[in-house]
């Protein structure tokens, strides 16, 4: 089941990813794709990371973790990213399309912040075609 929150995107099923933010339509370079309210949570209030929202917070200062509403916390991490986020004033994420995205396109960011920074993140990235949604693989990132 995809969900829908404007014309532009939606959530999908990804082979090896979980959950990921799709075009719904033609998405042009420098679009804003969405704008995103942060939920700041102490580090302590997220118990085990591989369970419930862990998968989907983030660092978010010192002892800190942040969980971005709308579909912020779905888009997936990519070394080859389409899209950035900008953090800005008043706990929010911009979401912006760093080059022309095809409409049924997996949306991605680079999750070190800089679209070209190649460190390392922690886990295992898959890279491959946008195309691979499922219907009722694991939600879990």
Same mark, same amino acid.
């Given at each position: 089941? *995809?969900? =829908?929150?404007?014309?532009?995107?939606?959530?999908?099923?990804?082979?090896g990813k979980g959950? @990921?933010v799709f075009a719904?339509?033609?998405?042009?370079?420098? &679009?804003?794709?969405? =704008?995103?309210?942060? #939920?700041?949570?102490?580090?302590?209030?997220? &118990?085990?990371?591989?369970? @419930?929202?862990?998968?989907?917070? %983030?660092?978010? !200062?010192? !002892?800190?973790?942040? #969980? $971005?509403?709308? +579909?912020?916390?779905? +888009?997936?991490?990519?070394?080859?990213?389409? *899209?950035? +986020?900008?953090?800005?004033?008043?706990?929010?994420? #911009? %979401? /912006?399309?760093?080059?022309?995205?095809? $409409?049924?396109?997996?949306? /991605?960011?680079?999750?070190?912040?800089?679209?070209?920074?190649? =460190?390392?993140?922690? %886990?295992?990235?898959? &890279? @491959?075609?946008? =195309?691979?949604?499922?219907?009722?693989?694991?939600?879990?990132?």
């Open positions: 089941m *995809a969900l =829908t929150q404007s014309d532009a995107i939606e959530v999908k099923q990804v082979r959950r @990921g719904r339509r033609p998405i042009e370079a420098g &679009e804003v794709i969405e =704008t995103c309210p942060v #939920l700041v949570l102490p580090a302590d209030s997220v &118990e085990d990371v591989s369970a @419930g929202i862990g998968g989907y917070v %983030f660092e978010w !200062g010192r !002892g800190k973790l942040a #969980l $971005a509403l709308g +579909y912020g916390s779905l +888009y997936n991490h990519s070394y080859r990213p389409n *899209a950035c +986020y900008m953090d800005l004033a008043g706990r929010t994420k #911009l %979401f /912006t399309a760093i080059r022309d995205i095809a $409409a049924g396109e997996e949306i /991605t960011v680079n999750y070190n912040g800089e679209p070209d920074d190649q =460190t390392a993140v922690g %886990f295992q990235v898959v &890279e @491959g075609p946008s =195309t691979m949604v499922l219907n009722g693989s694991s939600d879990r990132r």
